[in-house]
């Protein structure tokens, strides 16, 4: 899921990655009675307090939200479907974009004002110029990712002189490395091959492999190959796979509260999904085209962030808080040669 970044494309692309990039596409918007539920009082007369935030005219003001299919991200469907964008005044649309190394291009030409993505990729992408800042954290993956093994892989050292498969442009390299840092092996004692994560359980499941970084559905399938089993997942490093909600900062000059508005819209779909997360579900399923079930089995990999999570991660004071997590991160891809800098201060400047 996690591509390769590739900042410098054509506009035709950029154009081209919003009518339909990667194998899966989908658009939603708050349905025309929320609309109009947003703009009407119970006795028929205009009300323009709540599109005031939005727009001085009164008009909705169109937000163009972007992310993969992942439900880590789907209850940005639910905040549609109840109406929460329309009564801040916001028309938002939401485009399933499974071409990741698109959305860097896709800030620079306006063509999404919002994205849900992993929180490296993001600062790769704004190190790269891609005109967006932080605004809040989506989830975190604890145990949605993870390093299969066979049987005779039993710790982090017994790795060296084996082959495993995994991404490197990708965050799960970033969470790999971090369970290597807990051992007493190099990663120049491993034999490492490049391919993406989908891949990597394909690959360790037709015993290609010794061990893969993968996600699900070869995570929990891993036991179809003879003692294949998860080494360690992302339950074991929490904080290493986090997936956040950003705002484009030219859209900001324009519209000062979106951040606000994207901010609350995500906490309120949240709580819903928390209340009931079956009927949350069946919104997320029918928004990302997936059925119910695989939703609900991959968001049990999944920790969600609603308003008192943001509150204590966001708090800059505190120990590994958002920033912190961060600077590990920067730290890390500028080591690896993804990025020039490891100033992220200006990605969090709303928290500022």
């Known amino acids: 899921m996690k591509k390769k970044l590739a900042l410098l494309l054509t506009l035709a692309l950029v154009v081209g990655s919003l009518a339909g990039c990667g194998s899966k596409s989908a658009e939603a918007s708050a349905p025309a009675a929320q609309t109009e539920a947003a703009s009407e009082s119970a006795d028929g007369e205009t009300q323009t307090e709540s599109a005031d935030s939005g727009s001085a005219s009164g008009e909705l003001v169109p937000?163009?939200?972007?992310?993969?299919?992942?439900?880590?991200?789907?209850?940005?469907?639910?905040?549609?479907?109840?109406?929460?964008?329309?009564?801040?005044?916001?028309?938002?649309?939401?485009?399933?974009?499974?071409?990741?190394?698109?959305?860097?291009?896709?800030?620079?030409?306006?063509?999404?004002?919002?994205?849900?993505?992993?929180?490296?990729?993001?600062?790769?992408?704004?190190?790269?110029?891609?005109?967006?800042?932080?605004?809040?954290?989506?989830?975190?993956?604890?145990?949605?990712?993870?390093?299969?093994?066979?049987?005779?892989?039993?710790?982090?050292?017994?790795?060296?002189?084996?082959?495993?498969?995994?991404?490197?442009s990708a965050t799960s390299y970033f969470f790999f490395l971090q369970a290597l840092a807990d051992s007493n092996i190099t990663e120049d004692q491993i034999n490492t091959i490049e391919m993406g994560n989908d891949e990597a359980g394909e690959a360790f499941l037709a015993g290609s492999v010794d061990a893969a970084v993968t996600w699900e559905p070869a995570l929990s399938n891993c036991g179809e190959r003879e003692g294949g089993h998860i080494l360690v997942s992302s339950a074991d490093y929490p904080k290493a796979i986090i997936d956040v909600l950003t705002v484009s900062t030219r859209f900001l000059e324009e519209h000062p509260d979106a951040a606000d508005v994207l901010?609350?819209?995500?906490?309120?779909?949240?709580?819903?999904?928390?209340?009931?997360?079956?009927?949350?579900?069946?919104?997320?399923?029918?928004?990302?085209?997936?059925?119910?079930?695989?939703?609900?089995?991959?968001?049990?990999?999944?920790?969600?962030?609603?308003?008192?999570?943001?509150?204590?991660?966001?708090?800059?004071?505190?120990e590994e808080n958002v920033m912190d997590i961060a600077q590990m991160a920067s730290d890390f891809w500028v080591e690896k040669g993804y990025m020039k800098s490891n100033d992220v201060s200006g990605f969090f400047a709303y928290l500022q």
């Open 63 to 168: 937000l163009n939200i972007a992310f993969c299919t992942w439900a880590g991200y789907a209850p940005l469907f639910i905040a549609v479907e109840k109406g929460y964008f329309a009564e801040a005044g916001y028309d938002a649309k939401i485009t399933i974009v499974e071409d990741e190394s698109t959305y860097g291009a896709l800030f620079l030409s306006d063509s999404i004002q919002a994205l849900g993505q992993v929180m490296d990729r993001d600062i790769i992408q704004y190190d790269a110029g891609a005109p967006e800042q932080y605004v809040c954290t989506m989830d975190c993956s604890t145990g949605g990712d993870g390093l299969v093994a066979t049987a005779d892989i039993q710790t982090m050292d017994d790795l060296a002189g084996k082959t495993v498969a995994l991404d490197k």
């Open 263 to 318: 901010n609350d819209c995500w906490n309120k779909a949240v709580a819903d999904l928390n209340a009931d997360k079956e009927a949350g579900c069946q919104i997320m399923a029918e928004g990302l085209g997936l059925d119910v079930q695989d939703v609900i089995d991959e968001c049990a990999g999944i920790t969600f962030y609603g308003e008192e999570e943001n509150k204590a991660f966001n708090d800059l004071s505190s």
